[in-house]
């Protein structure tokens, strides 16, 4: 299919995209992770590229090819996610925090893999950073979006969770959703502001939200002055 030319409206901004999973070592051959299949990131990446924009993606483990056209840097962990975005959030205009970023680490991770022990075990579990609400609290003029999916009670979920990390907006998501979120090429969001403003969107592909979500990001930042 063929489109209009792209505008090259984000010409002369940097944007961070973080995408994927992590994943949470337990020892050298075991980790804790989850399905995140990066394309919704990987789509905001491109068309950020394509309108102009300079960009880095940082991306947890996926099953994508490196986009053209940008810096990307692959992660494994959380702690490297942290700090390759905040690296190279330093000097970026808008950072788009889609990575489903672990919660949890191993408090201690063993250098050698453990062997099976009759019974039950338990492994004690340290909270990892939050790199949007580290973002969110030296925010200057930068405009910050979050991603949350939700399985209740979402627009109030993310409304509060925009506000506490000081996001500008949220774009919320059903794990229910045929075709979308983790995995598909579709995708059905809801903008969520900080002061519960919310919209539907219409179930779109990825790239087309991307697209809304760069037009949202471009709106708050003219309306900041900046
Ligand atoms: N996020 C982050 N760092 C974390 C966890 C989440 O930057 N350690 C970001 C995600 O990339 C996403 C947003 O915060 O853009 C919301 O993620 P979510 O998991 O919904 O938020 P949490 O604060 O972890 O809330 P919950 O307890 O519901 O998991
Ligand atoms: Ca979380």
Redesign the pocket.
Known sequence: VLRPPTPHDLAGLKVVV?AGPTREYLDPVRFISNPSSGKMGFAVAEDARDRGAQVTLVTGPVNLPGPSGMEVVRVES?LE??DA?IQAAQDADIV????????YRAAEQQHEKQAKVAGDVSIQLT?????????GSSKGSRVL??????THAGVE??AV?AA??N?DF?LLNYPTQEGTAFGGDDNQVTLVRADGTHEDWPRTSKREVARQLLDEALRVREASGA
């Open positions: 973080s959380a996610l942290r975005v788009v925090m889609t990575a489903a970023v672990a919660d909270p990892n950073p939050d790199i949007l609400a580290e973002l979006v979050g991603f949350a999916m939700e979920r993310a969770k506490r990390k996001a949220i």
